[in-house]
């Protein structure tokens, strides 16, 4: 019996070194990729070599102000024709040959329609943002559904498109993935999938290597622009606020460091978490803010540029 097939899905910008290792690991899993759809961002950054050394990939070329997180994998989704569905970014390696594998377990099984990835710190990652991973992604796997909402509240919708799998023909019932998304475009596609009844599974098992050693300045850009994502979509997070995660992750991470002793690391953490937290408060309250605060703000500059011009 031929196992089911699965495509990848890989936005890119600028690739490089570590992305032509993601290639090559991937190249070498146990579970085989039929195709890889790669989404990049200005032609002129693209390796063409790629293309010959590995003849499984498809690329699209896009200008920088017409990606979109939504909408760039919305129509790499409609290019893949596969059962199943991998949504990577170019810097998430897989950490062994298994990830595939592993990643598609649940939804082979029926036991989910979405699965997502373990993602485990690189070598240089700090040991705060360390201690975040730690949290957000443990060691022990997960299947979540609607019933886990009162107990796990916005963790319920929690779901990562550094690494994730989805079951295709689910995936393009519930409409797929939002066209124009600032960010959390997986975690509306997530929240669809929980409230129709299906289930999402954490793969513990399977493992990318993906950290970021963020500047307080960078955290506040990219928690503006998940503010804005939940705003927009006050259907999903009004009842389910953010607030609470958040603070039980600055409680675990501090007494690690103080275990850890390494309790004068908590004035970076304070420091860290209040750019987060007032990024995503303003984010929150983008309509109120003129469009030079925002320009200001923001990580993704061209999506406001598409949005105002389709205003005017």
């Given at each position: 019996?031929?196992?089911?097939?699965?495509?990848?899905?890989?936005?890119?910008?600028?690739?490089?070194?570590?992305?032509?290792?993601?290639?090559?690991r991937l190249s070498r899993q146990t579970y085989p990729v039929t195709k890889i759809v790669i989404?990049?961002?200005?032609?002129?950054?693209?390796?063409?070599?790629?293309?010959?050394?590995?003849?499984?990939?498809?690329?699209?070329?896009?200008?920088?102000?017409?990606?979109?997180?939504?909408?760039?994998?919305?129509?790499?989704?409609?290019?893949?024709?596969?059962?199943?569905?991998?949504?990577?970014?170019?810097?998430?390696?897989?950490?062994?040959?298994?990830?595939?594998?592993?990643?598609?377990?649940?939804?082979?099984?029926?036991?989910?329609?979405?699965?997502?990835?373990?993602?485990?710190?690189?070598?240089?990652?700090?040991?705060?943002?360390?201690?975040?991973?730690?949290?957000?992604?443990?060691?022990?796997?997960?299947?979540?559904?609607?019933?886990?909402?009162?107990?796990?509240?916005?963790?319920?919708?929690f779901l990562s498109n550094v690494c994730a799998a989805y079951n295709k023909a689910t995936y393009?019932?519930?409409?797929?993935?939002?066209?124009?998304?600032?960010?959390?475009?997986?975690?509306?596609?997530?929240?669809?999938?929980?409230?129709?009844?299906?289930?999402?599974?954490?793969?513990?098992?399977?493992?990318?290597?993906?950290?970021?050693?963020?500047?307080?300045?960078?955290?506040?850009?990219?928690?503006?622009?998940?503010g804005v994502s939940q705003a927009c979509r006050p259907e999903i997070f009004q009842n389910i606020?953010?607030?609470?995660?958040?603070?039980?992750?600055?409680?675990?991470?501090?007494?690690?460091?103080?275990?850890?002793?390494?309790?004068?690391?908590?004035?970076?953490?304070?420091?860290?978490?209040?750019?987060?937290?007032?990024?995503?408060?303003?984010?929150?309250?983008?309509?109120?803010?003129?469009?030079?605060?925002?320009?200001?703000?923001?990580?993704?500059?061209?999506?406001?540029?598409?949005?105002?011009?389709?205003?005017?």
């Amino acid at each position: 019996m031929e196992r089911p097939t699965v495509d990848v899905v890989i936005p890119t910008y600028k690739p490089g070194k570590i992305f032509e290792e993601l290639l090559r690991r991937l190249s070498r899993q146990t579970y085989p990729v039929t195709k890889i759809v790669i989404m990049n961002t200005e032609e002129q950054y693209w390796q063409r070599r790629w293309e010959q050394e590995y003849p499984i990939l498809q690329v699209h070329h896009l200008d920088k102000a017409a990606f979109d997180h939504g909408g760039t994998r919305a129509e790499a989704a409609r290019l893949c024709n596969s059962e199943y569905m991998i949504c990577m970014t170019q810097d998430a390696m897989p950490a062994d040959s298994r990830l595939v594998e592993n990643l598609l377990k649940p939804l082979i099984s029926g036991e989910a329609q979405a699965s997502y990835a373990r993602q485990l710190p690189a070598k240089d990652c700090h040991l705060i943002e360390r201690l975040t991973r730690e949290f957000n992604y443990p060691e022990k796997s997960v299947v979540k559904s609607s019933l886990d909402l009162e107990q796990m509240g916005i963790k319920t919708y929690f779901l990562s498109n550094v690494c994730a799998a989805y079951n295709k023909a689910t995936y393009e019932a519930l409409g797929g993935f939002t066209e124009q998304a600032i960010f959390n475009e997986d975690m509306y596609y997530a929240a669809e999938l929980i409230d129709s009844g299906y289930r999402i599974a954490y793969q513990a098992e399977a493992k990318v290597i993906h950290s970021h050693n963020y500047t307080c300045m960078q955290q506040f850009h990219r928690n503006f622009d998940m503010g804005v994502s939940q705003a927009c979509r006050p259907e999903i997070f009004q009842n389910i606020p953010s607030e609470g995660e958040g603070i039980a992750l600055v409680k675990k991470t501090a007494s690690s460091l103080i275990k850890k002793k390494k309790s004068w690391m908590i004035v970076l953490l304070v420091i860290q978490s209040a750019s987060k937290y007032l990024g995503y408060l303003m984010g929150k309250e983008y309509r109120k803010l003129p469009r030079a605060v925002i320009r200001f703000c923001t990580m993704n500059p061209a999506y406001w540029e598409r949005q105002w011009n389709q205003k005017n």
